[in-house]
Every structure is written in C-alpha cells, then in structure tokens.
C-alpha cells in the first residue's frame, strides 16, 4: 500500500491509470525524482512561446494570489508540456514547494515527474486533484494539487492552472476554483481570437448569459469555427465540430433570424437534437 493512502480508501480509476503510465515512462517510485530545471535564457524564450497565454491568465492569477496568500498555497500556470511558466501565493509554501522543484522552469509532466495534477491533468485533458500518497513519488505526497486544463477556442491544449497547498488542507472547493478561473481564461481567449467573427453567448438559463458559465460559438459565414467547452457541451459536440458543422446543422432556428434580432433582447434558439437555448 502506497504511504499516505488510507488502505480504506479506493484509489481512482485515473490514479491508478496515471501510476501505470509513469511506470511505463521508466519511472520508479522507491527512487527520488530527477527535476530538470531549464536555464534562466530558456525559461525567458519558453515564456515569450506563451505571451498570449501568460496575458490571458495574467488576471487570474492575481485573483488567486490572494487566495494562495491567505490559505497558505501557491498557483501555478504552465505550458501544454507542464513546464511551470509563473507561480504567485503564499512565500513560505513557495519555498517548501520550491524543494520539490514545484517553480517556473521544471516541467511537470508524467513522463518527468510520475503522477501529479499537472501532468495527470495534460494526460487525461480533464480537471484533477492529487493529494498526498496519490503521487507517483514519496517526495511530493507534501503536496495537494488541483488543476485544470486550459483549451483555446480551436480546442488546442496550450497550459494548465493549478493550485497547490499542503497536501493536510481540504481539497473539496479548490478545484472548483480553479475551474472559474480557467473558464474565465478561455472566455478571453475566445474574445481575443473570434473579436471579428460573428459570436452567439447562449445558454439553456438565460441568467447565465455573459457570464463565465456562458456557451460560445463563433462562425465563419455559416461554419462553425470556435467554441469553448461549454458551449460545446451544451450543444451535445465536441472539438470534433470545428470546421465541420454549419449553423443549419446545429440549430433549427434560421441564422437570418438571429443575426436580425434586437441585440439588448435575448432570443431562444431551438438544437437539432431538440433542446432549447
């Protein structure tokens, strides 16, 4: 039994998943990880490949500055590939974590680092946490992580944010959290990207529109072109749609008729498979 599991506790499918793909990365979890850390000339260039990234989260990380800061954490944001692009929070958890290599310039992907949110996160593309003896290595099981994929509106992975404390400290609304922060990530990178496409906000609660939990959709003439994970959800799709799908063949309701209403006026629009929005 891996120390810091509870033998009541049944690991999760992802876990164990998770620990058999760091096996199958050569990992072994009775050794000490090996962190590479890139050079300060690297990390500056590795940043720059992900201005428009760093800028769209810039925001968000100081939201959860704060929350690190007062519940003794850090955030962290990283590239497709887990290198750790920026952290903000809590200054004595920063150097705990620092320990473990858990600061900008070490990638934490599995193939890197075994098990770990970041990492587990880019391999299964969903949300994750991993806390304590859930890591692949003994060393990090001082660690509770939550983190979330980030997606642009082609439905490219380009990062990951995560929020880390002591591995003791409740996890049940961390990655709640995080996932506000990311949908608000990806509602500005949508905006930045289709600014100049025809958008629909939508969502089957009409409250909910212009809000982070909003659906959008972007076209190109009548082909869908963007979208966030909600709206694809909502529509019952997935990235697969981009450049594939026309208005017609998602909505009942005639494009005519919702680029011609009153935009102050919120209109429904009926699916094809029947739901309305």
């Known amino acids: 039994m891996r120390e810091g599991i509870d033998p009541g506790d049944a690991v999760s499918s992802i876990i164990l998943r998770s620990w058999r793909r760091s096996g199958a990365h050569g990992l072994d979890m009775d050794r000490r990880p090996a962190?590479?850390?890139?050079?300060?000339?690297?990390?500056?260039?590795?940043r720059e490949r992900n201005e428009i990234l760093l800028r769209a989260a810039r925001g968000e990380l100081e939201l959860?500055?704060?929350?690190?800061?007062?519940?003794?954490?850090?955030?962290?944001?990283?590239?497709?590939?887990?290198?750790?692009?920026?952290?903000?929070?809590?200054?004595?958890f920063a150097e705990r974590a620092s320990r473990?290599?858990?600061?900008?310039?070490?990638?934490?992907?599995?193939?890197?680092?075994?098990?770990?949110?970041?990492?587990?996160?880019?391999?299964?593309?969903?949300?994750?946490?991993?806390?304590?003896?859930?890591?692949?290595?003994?060393?990090?099981?001082?660690?509770?992580?939550?983190?979330?994929?980030i997606f642009d509106p082609s439905g490219e992975l380009i990062g990951v944010l995560d929020f880390s404390n002591d591995a003791g400290v409740p996890q049940t609304h961390t990655l709640a959290l995080v996932r506000r922060a990311v949908e608000q990530i990806e509602h500005r990178l949508f905006e930045q990207r289709f600014g100049r496409h025809v958008r629909m906000h939508f969502h089957a609660d009409p409250?909910?529109?212009?809000?982070?939990?909003?659906?959008?959709?972007?076209?190109d003439g009548s082909c869908l072109v963007g979208a966030n994970r909600q709206g694809l959800d909502l529509l019952?799709?997935?990235?697969?749609?981009?450049?594939?799908?026309?208005?017609?063949?998602?909505?009942?309701?005639?494009?005519?008729?919702?680029?011609?209403?009153?935009?102050?006026?919120?209109?429904?629009?009926?699916?094809?498979?029947?739901?309305?929005?």
């Open 100 to 149: 473990v290599a858990l600061r900008p310039g070490v990638q934490w992907s599995e193939a890197a680092i075994g098990t770990n949110a970041i990492g587990t996160a880019i391999a299964e593309g969903s949300p994750i946490t991993v806390s304590g003896g859930e890591h692949f290595f003994e060393a990090q099981a001082i660690l509770g992580c939550s983190a979330v994929p």
């Open 64 to 92: 959860l500055h704060e929350d690190a800061r007062l519940t003794g954490g850090i955030a962290i944001l990283t590239d497709p590939h887990g290198t750790v692009l920026a952290t903000v929070g809590n200054v004595d």
């Open 35 to 46: 962190f590479e850390s890139l050079s300060h000339a690297q990390l500056r260039e590795i």
């Open 207 to 219: 409250d909910l529109v212009m809000s982070p939990h909003e659906g959008l959709l972007a076209f």
């Open 236 to 277: 019952g799709l997935d990235w697969s749609a981009l450049g594939v799908l026309g208005f017609d063949q998602i909505f009942d309701t005639g494009r005519d008729q919702i680029t011609q209403a009153d935009p102050t006026e919120p209109s429904r629009i009926r699916t094809r498979r029947g739901s309305v929005l």
